[in-house]
């Protein structure tokens, strides 16, 4: 975008001017790319997703490979319900899920029955905080890390309690008995989210896929959802750390109002335009986004990749930009479609300084 010299900064240093206010030599590129990092490190996920060693390593081999300058650490969407006792089914060949046809929950009102997990001893979550500690000390002095803290509260209740039943007590519970288990849930998820700094971690952030428009509307989320967000994402940034919300899908109708929950960070999946959400949220809040993972990167063509990539920094003016994948990018996606991400956020992510 710009032709004026600048100092070069370290993978770390740029992202941190982003989220502060300053202006790096060019935008920086976060990924969401951890299916994509253990294959490229020769792994499956579901060989590697209890092996803290493998985990890092594999985030370590990418980054080091393609030049980006964040990794996203994240292992699937079940380890923050298992550790609040799901069942969860593994897979050699795909990410863990939880089993949703044996429901933790019979009924919203047994929530407190449940107990709250300690992120040091229960479940997987010690397992993503070991990988988080590792790969914070072999690259985190130049590579900003991002701990995932899992499922936030909505989506991690309807994990719980099985989506379709969760759904339905959407439009059937008494709305008390609804808020008393997502305060339950927060509060979990705030947990995980609190380790995850503790281990290491630049920043922490929640996946909330189930608060999508795709599945509810946005009146029920922002009964349901945003106070849960804004609740969580006030209680971990005054820890000085920025918290970052991924909610996939098109969330064009609601992302005005995720502008509004406090998080520094909100991730834009590719079916919503980013400019149009640069226009839609506060200029304080930084974009997360929104290459399409599936076309271009694992369909598409270098050109296609670069021609998107283009879009979108002239789309925000690259302002308050963290290029990435919209969502997860796939196992299958092209080595040489994520060099050319890299490509091109050098040759169109050149920003000026601002006087």
Known sequence: ????????????????????????????????????????????????????????????????????????????????????????????????????????????????????????????????LETVERLSGAIGGHVFIIGRADQGPFSLLSLLRGTQDFMMDLLTEEPEVIHHALEWTTEAHIRFAEAQLAAGAHATSMGDAYASPDLISPELYRTFVLPYEKKAAEAIQRHGAPYSVHICGDTTKIIGDMGKCSAKILEIDWKCDIGYARSAVPPESILMGNVNPSDPMCIGSPQDVREQVRAIIEKTKGRGLLLSSGCALGANTKPENMAAFMEAAREFGRLEPQG
């Open 1 to 128: 975008m710009v032709k004026a010299a600048m100092k070069e900064f370290t993978s770390k240093e740029r992202v941190n001017l982003v989220l502060y206010g300053g202006t790096p030599d060019r935008i920086p590129v976060i990924p969401q790319g951890f299916l994509f990092s253990a294959k490229t490190a020769g792994y499956e996920i579901g060989a590697i997703n209890r092996n803290p060693a493998k985990m890092a390593e594999s985030h370590r081999i990418c980054q080091e490979k393609y030049g980006y300058d964040g990794c996203v650490v994240d292992v699937d969407d079940a380890t923050l319900a298992e550790a609040c006792g799901a069942k969860v089914l593994f897979r050699e060949q795909g990410v863990a899920s939880v089993d949703e046809h044996a429901p933790v929950l019979e009924d919203l009102r047994d929530i407190d029955r449940l107990k709250l997990p300690e992120p040091l001893h229960d479940g997987r979550i010690c397992e993503w």
